[in-house]
């Protein structure tokens, strides 16, 4: 079966800056793949270059057969692919429903996802629809920017170290909401540092370190053999 997301032996370099040296994975409708690595490593970049935020300089990146290396982010967002940033980015002079149907107006993508489904999903944005986004918490920031993503309706889902300085309860909720999400069929490709948070939703990992991808297999492996995720994953 063909991969929903082939990523092709891509370099990508910030200027002068190399970070990524021939990174190569795919993902395949339904499954859930991290990249896991320390800071630095280029998770991110992975992302960045999938979004066309960063354009890589060699390789290149493959949506449904499609190669889509360069094109514009908006593009790239309307043929399906969804991003959740690290640094969250909500419009903190809108209130959280403003910040929802902006997204749903630019993307103009038909689905399951309206604004009334994610307060299913996530209760708590229902309760502060009406909250300006820079009066929000860490956490609901986070919750905000699941859900602005989920309303362009997307085909993939990219999250980029979605638990990083929230409270361990928090955590625990966005790990059960991305398990619902994951149970419902949505592909998503998950970076993280959170080695138990990234095992409990993964099906298949990538290891990254200097931009190098070390290590790839089920998650399964590294739930199974502390001693390998040690190796791998030790700082």
């Not at 309760?127 to 609901?140: K, N, P, T, V």
């Amino acid at each position: 079966m063909a991969a929903l997301l082939s990523i092709e032996a891509i370099h990508t370099a910030y200027g002068l800056s190399k970070v990524l040296f021939g990174i190569t994975a795919d993902i395949h409708q339904g499954e859930c793949v991290c990249l896991l690595g320390r800071n630095g490593v280029g998770k991110s970049t992975t992302m960045r270059s999938i979004m066309g935020l960063t354009v890589p300089s060699q390789g290149k990146i493959v949506w449904k057969g499609e190669d889509i290396t360069g094109w514009a982010p908006h593009r790239i967002a309307r043929a399906g692919i969804g991003f959740v940033p690290e640094d969250r980015r909500v419009f903190a002079e809108l209130s959280v429903w403003e910040n929802l149907d902006i997204a749903a107006r630019a993307a103009r993508r038909p689905g399951p996802w309206t604004i009334e489904a994610l307060f299913d999903l996530f209760p708590q944005l229902a309760a502060i629809q009406s909250r300006m986004g820079g009066f929000l918490s860490g956490g609901e920031q986070q919750m905000l920017t699941i859900a602005r993503t989920l309303m362009t309706n997307p085909d993939l889902l990219l999250l980029d170290e979605p638990s990083e300085g929230l409270a361990p309860l928090v955590v625990d909720m966005l790990l059960e909401k991305i398990g619902d999400l994951k149970k419902g069929g949505l592909t998503i490709l998950l970076a993280e540092q959170g080695l138990a948070f990234s095992l409990a939703l993964a099906d298949r990992v990538y290891v990254l370190e200097k931009g190098e991808v070390r290590y790839t297999g089920p998650s399964s492996a590294l739930r199974d053999d502390k001693d390998l995720a040690d190796r791998l994953l030790a700082l």
